[in-house]
């Protein structure tokens, strides 16, 4: 499948969902890929979120799938298996069979949370065995709390539950005694130590009761706080390079995370990331935050590249030298097909009812249309101004069983002299306005008496509905606006139009508030230039 994004969010929770949101209002073509399988899924309510407090979850998320769709953002309910490439054009790899492309990567995966091995802790995890005092404490104050030494943070954990209840335990477990510094500040707390490995969780009707030591003894407890280790879900960025680093809280390494810089973005240009795989200590509405900025952060970025590219096209457009340049670089770049290979859908149907005979292809790129028409027994001459471009075109001319002339020319200085074509096609061949109807009679002083000049352009009223294309919306005429510059006393136009097709994924259309349309309208000219006739000789 073709499917093109200026963004590809990796991870549907609060980090993604807003970085979707600020790039979706930003009229970018976002993906957001989602496995369903969020890490608060277990807690029945999360906090501290202004205006959301006590909200489940599920919730949540479900009003921001909603609201990012408003604007026009794929959801993607789907696995990431892989990811590749590099900035500006990256791969993702989903589990159903798709292939995503991106310019930029936002990373949302968030992490897992690795829980201590004592029989009903997973069970319990995130109702009655719980971490953060901040998301839950409010939940068990003034209930017996048992904290269960599993990591260096523990006694800090009991010292922080202590502020929600009176009733803390520190069950060491398999931790060292404490020093005398730490035992004297627990017991000026009033936090209590229990001696003796934790067994198991004991329960009844799927509630905690207690905390069962090796020895048999049963310590009522109505929470549990253990302090699980959280690792980075960042395995599908190996391809890309990142790999998680050790997190740090004081001296204790808790985990891993992805780093960022300030903006979001990480180590590898054009991949951000944010929310708790980058950071492990952030709640619900400081990852929502983080991937809002990171989405604002991959924005300008995007703007700083497509500001690049028009000032380079306007380049090409005018200095010959730097044109030939630019597009051999880009044919070269990726080492390997910039376009799909396939027939310009204008070519096909207005050319499918005319007679084979000798063919121009202006601008002919690869030779989709090149090799289409020879195929059907054309002539055909591929000019371009890439001897790459041209070179490709031959060798898939080759594989199609056929054969092309191909002609390395600037078609703004190229003259076709006393060769003429019975079809000269240009397909999505752009000029400046004030070249255009220079390159439009010269294209149609290549025709034949009798012959068909057939041009396909965008059309600009696409920038209107978010289409990207290079440059401003007056670089792109009309059909009407092409057929003008031709001479009516030796032309009839046959069709001169603004028409829809479906969008290629490189377009990336994006419609707004409605969403993704689907369509783009391309501006066609179709002209036949009148035959020689006995008066026309005298």
Do not use: K
Request: hydrophobic content about 45%; charged content about 20%; aromatic content about 6%.
């Amino acid at each position: 499948m073709d499917e093109t994004y200026d963004v590809v969010v990796i991870g549907g929770g609060a980090a993604g969902l807003s970085g979707a949101l600020a790039l979706g209002r930003a009229r970018r073509s976002v993906a957001v890929v989602d496995e369903g399988t969020p890490r608060n899924a277990p807690a029945h309510e999360m906090h501290n979120y202004l205006g959301r407090d006590g909200t489940p979850p599920g919730d949540l998320l479900a009003a921001g799938r909603a609201e990012v769709a408003g604007y026009g953002v794929a959801l993607v309910q789907d696995t990431v298996t892989s990811t590749g490439g590099t900035v500006g054009a990256f791969t993702v790899e989903l589990a159903g069979g798709r292939v995503l492309q991106a310019r930029r990567l936002l990373v949302t995966t968030g992490l897992t949370d690795e829980l201590p091995d004592i029989p009903g802790v997973r069970e319990l995890w995130g109702t009655d065995v719980l971490h953060c005092p901040y998301c839950h404490g409010w939940e068990v104050r003034d209930q017996a709390v048992g904290v269960i030494a599993t990591g260096p943070m523990s006694v800090h954990q009991a010292q922080l539950w202590r502020q929600w209840s009176a009733d803390v335990l520190l069950f060491l477990h398999t931790a060292p005694e404490p020093d005398d510094a730490t035992a004297e500040a627990l017991a000026a707390r009033g936090v209590r130590v229990v001696r003796g490995e934790v067994a198991a969780l004991e329960t009844e009707g799927g509630r905690l009761t207690g905390v069962r030591l090796a020895d048999g003894e049963v310590v009522p407890r109505a929470a549990v706080v253990v302090a699980p280790r959280f690792t980075a879900r960042s395995a599908v960025l190996t391809g890309l390079g990142l790999e998680a680093a050790p997190f740090r809280m004081g001296e204790a390494v808790v985990g891993s995370h992805v780093p960022v810089d300030p903006r979001g973005a990480t180590a590898v240009p054009g991949v951000w990331a944010a929310g708790n795989v980058a950071d492990l200590s952030a709640q619900v509405i400081s990852a929502a935050a983080a991937g809002l900025g990171a989405g604002a952060q991959i924005n300008a970025d995007l703007v700083a590249e497509d500001t690049r590219a028009a000032v380079e096209v306007v380049r090409a457009q005018t200095d010959p030298e730097f044109g030939e340049r630019w597009w051999e670089e880009r044919y070269r770049a990726n080492g390997h097909r910039v376009w799909s290979g396939r027939v310009n859908d204008v070519l096909a149907t207005e050319a499918a009812g005319l007679p084979p005979g000798r063919a121009l292809d202006a601008g002919a790129g690869e030779g989709g249309d090149s090799v289409w028409l020879a195929r059907r027994g054309w002539q055909v001459t591929a000019l371009d101004v890439s001897r790459t471009a041209l070179d490709r075109a031959a060798a898939a001319a080759a594989d199609a069983g056929v054969e092309l002339e191909t002609r390395q020319a600037d078609i703004t200085a190229w003259q076709p002299g006393e060769e003429r074509w019975d079809l000269v096609t240009a397909s999505f061949l752009h000029f400046l306005p004030d070249r255009r109807d220079d390159v439009l009679r010269t294209l149609a002083s290549a025709v034949a008496p009798g012959g068909t000049l057939l041009v396909t352009a965008h059309d600009g009223g696409d920038a209107a509905h978010g289409v990207r294309r290079p440059g401003l919306p007056e670089w792109y005429a009309t059909g009407e606006q092409m057929a003008a510059a031709l001479d009516p006393a030796e032309w009839t136009v046959e069709v001169a139009e603004t028409r829809p097709r479906p969008a290629r994924g490189h377009e990336a259309v994006h419609g707004g508030h409605g969403g993704h349309e689907g369509h783009v309208a391309d501006a066609v000219l179709r002209a036949r230039r009148q035959p020689v006739t006995s008066s026309s000789l005298v």
